[in-house]
C-alpha cells in the first residue's frame, strides 16, 4: 500500500523562495509519474506539477516559470523548488500520482506565503 510523506512547509514572506519534499514506501516509485497538488481554503484541489517517470515535466499556468518539480528515484522522493512565491500560493501541498491520484493522500505540508 503506497504512503506519502510530506515535507517542508513553512511561512515565507511574498517574493521568498521553499523547497518542500515528498518520500513515498510501498510502490515500485520509480515506475509512477509523480505530482504536487494544492488546496487552498474554501477552494479544490488542484494539479500543479507533475513529473513522467522519465523525468519530462509539466506545470499548471498559475506556477510556471516559478516552480521546478524534481525526483530522485533513488530515495523514492519528489520535490517542489518554489521561488517567487504569492500570497495565493498560501494552501496545503500534497504529493499524488497525475492525473488520477491514488485514493490515499498523505497529511500534507503548509505553505503560507504572508509578509
Known amino acids: 500500500q503506497v504512503q506519502l510523506v510530506e515535507s517542508g512547509g513553512g511561512l515565507v514572506q511574498p517574493g521568498g523562495s521553499l523547497r518542500i519534499s515528498c518520500t513515498a514506501s510501498?510502490?515500485?516509485?520509480?515506475?509512477?509519474?509523480m505530482g504536487w497538488y494544492r488546496q487552498a481554503p474554501g477552494k479544490q484541489r488542484e494539479l500543479v506539477a507533475g513529473i513522467t517517470s522519465g523525468g519530462n515535466t509539466k506545470y499548471g499556468d498559475s506556477v510556471k516559470g516559478r516552480f521546478t518539480i524534481s525526483r530522485d528515484n533513488a530515495k523514492n522522493t519528489v520535490h517542489l523548488q518554489m521561488n517567487s512565491l504569492k500570497p495565493e500560493d498560501t494552501a496545503v501541498y500534497y504529493c499524488n500520482k497525475p492525473p488520477y491520484a491514488w485514493a490515499y493522500w498523505g497529511q500534507g505540508t503548509q505553505v503560507t506565503v504572508s509578509a
Open positions: 510501498g510502490i515500485s516509485f520509480i515506475g509512477y509519474d
